[in-house]
């Protein structure tokens, strides 16, 4: 099923509702990130993705891009209660730790074991290896960045996809960030199949 780009699904949802604040209100996001969804210019991380589907009642690989279904409430369901399962597993690995991990670590770390189908010890153990070794922010990776970068513009072409340069960047450090933290600092690798979920979101 062709369900075009992600802003025009979203704007066929909002179309449901009286309103853009309606609907923003019933996803629990706020108007202006909302708008900046609706007009393409952002897009929403797995918890916001999740919850503009739960609301709409339509499955997040529809929503995210367009090739199941439309209409999935009890496979949404399933996901916010994996979503909830996992945020109780972070918060429990945490304590172990002994530490806080950062909000934006643990936003990427949810997500991380969400699309990787994590289980319980997969899921406590990268945890514990990307929230103990908290990474520079000046440090970069350039070979790892050139291999995103290499990742990205070949499945750009291979998927015919016409990305805006801003939206390219966006992927390509996305991806880049991946690599460089989700696997710990000895094995840095460039996820494809990570990549091009980004490349259909963006397009």
């Not at 805006?164 to 960047?169: I, L, M, N, R």
Request: aromatic share 6%; proline share 3%.
């Amino acid at each position: 099923m062709d369900g075009g780009v992600f802003h025009e699904r979203l704007r066929r949802l909002a179309g449901r509702f009286k309103s853009v604040n309606s609907f923003s209100k019933q996803c629990a996001i706020s108007n202006s990130l909302m708008l900046a969804y609706l007009g393409g210019r952002s897009l929403p991380g797995l918890g916001n993705l999740i919850k503009i589907a739960n609301a709409a009642q339509v499955s997040v690989q529809w929503l995210a891009c367009g090739s199941s279904p439309i209409g999935a409430a009890a496979g949404e369901g399933r996901s916010l209660a994996r979503m909830e399962r996992l945020t109780a597993i972070l918060e429990k690995a945490q304590a172990r730790i002994g530490g806080k991990i950062p909000e934006k670590t643990m936003e990427d770390i949810l997500q991380y074991a969400f699309f990787h189908d994590l289980d319980e010890i997969q899921t406590i153990n990268l945890a514990a290896k990307w929230g103990a070794q908290p990474l520079d922010p000046l440090r970069a990776d350039y070979d790892l960045l050139r291999l995103a970068a290499r990742a990205v513009e070949e499945l750009i072409a291979q998927m015919d996809a016409r990305l805006s340069p801003e939206k390219k960047a966006d992927v390509i450090a996305m991806v880049y960030e991946n690599g460089l933290t989700a696997h710990g600092l000895e094995q840095r690798v460039v996820d494809r199949s990570l990549a091009k979920r980004l490349i259909d979101l963006a397009r």
